[in-house]
């Protein structure tokens, strides 16, 4: 076996290892893994630079930024409590409107960002009612994975496959091209887990005390957990200034 496949398969290696222990993030992790091929002689410096010209890479990129943005803007919550509302406490109801809201969403963004959204009304719902959060939490991972199906930009290989096409010369799908076929892995997976979720899905239960009405607050709007409250002394020479003025985030990471 020759160097090069060698220390191909050992940055393959570190990079898997790297994926699954997240000690660095992934886009820290593919950066290292993108200097790292061309430095070690293994592809040209211009190969290993080839995959920031792709409308695929650009694309998915604009997906994750869109979808971040959606979670950060807090319309969501509006999307969700209607929906919760209307499930009530009912597990197969619950599991059926959720699903489908979560499938169509992720249909349009990041399916974990989708996924995300509707994390802390379910864990909510499953302390004050009772019900296993396994049973709640795995259909909705599962319509988050199969909602991104229905569109062409909410799935990282079908936007890959559409640039392969591109490239090739092919006419690429269109936005809705494969709408009918996501549609019917979503509907089917939502059935199989409403007939068959109690009985293939574990039934672990969350004993703990139910949130308070801030912890709420903190989970719904993605909050910093910790606050500290402090009082200026009139000595100081923050007295007089706006918060930009005293630049203690600039100085300290400190948010007034």
């Excluded at 919550?77 to 979560?102: C, H, M, Q």
């Excluded at 199906?149 to 091209?177: E, K, Y």
Aim: one cysteine or more; hydrophobic letters at 55%.
């Amino acid at each position: 076996m020759s160097t090069e496949i060698i220390l191909t398969f050992v940055v393959l290696g570190v990079t898997i290892f790297l994926f699954v222990s997240e000690w660095l993030r992934v886009d820290v992790v593919a950066l290292c893994v993108m200097l790292a091929l061309p430095w070690l002689g293994l592809v040209e410096p211009h190969e290993a630079l080839a995959g920031l010209s792709s409308n695929a890479v650009f694309s998915i990129i604009a997906v994750m930024i869109l979808g971040r943005g959606v979670d950060r803007s807090g319309i969501m919550a509006k999307v969700t409590r209607p929906i919760l509302r209307v499930a009530g406490s009912s597990e197969r109801r619950l599991v059926s409107l959720v699903s489908a809201a979560v499938g169509a969403i992720s249909a349009f963004m990041q399916n974990i960002g989708a996924a995300a959204l509707f994390l802390p009304a379910l864990l909510r719902i499953a302390k004050r009612t009772g019900l296993p959060e396994s049973r709640l939490l795995m259909p909705v991972g599962f319509a988050a994975i199969l909602g991104g199906t229905l569109t062409m930009v909410a799935s990282g290989p079908l936007i890959i496959l559409n640039d392969i096409l591109r490239q090739g010369g092919q006419s690429p799908f269109g936005l809705f091209a494969v709408t009918p076929v996501g549609l019917t892995l979503l509907v089917a997976g939502i059935l199989y887990f409403i007939v068959l979720g109690p009985v293939v899905l574990p039934s672990r239960k969350d004993r703990g005390d139910e949130p308070s009405a801030q912890q709420e607050l903190i989970d719904t709007w993605d909050l910093a957990s910790k606050v500290t409250i402090g009082a200026v002394p009139e000595q100081s020479p923050l007295v007089g200034k706006t918060v930009e003025e005293a630049g203690l985030w600039a100085s300290y990471e400190v948010i007034l």
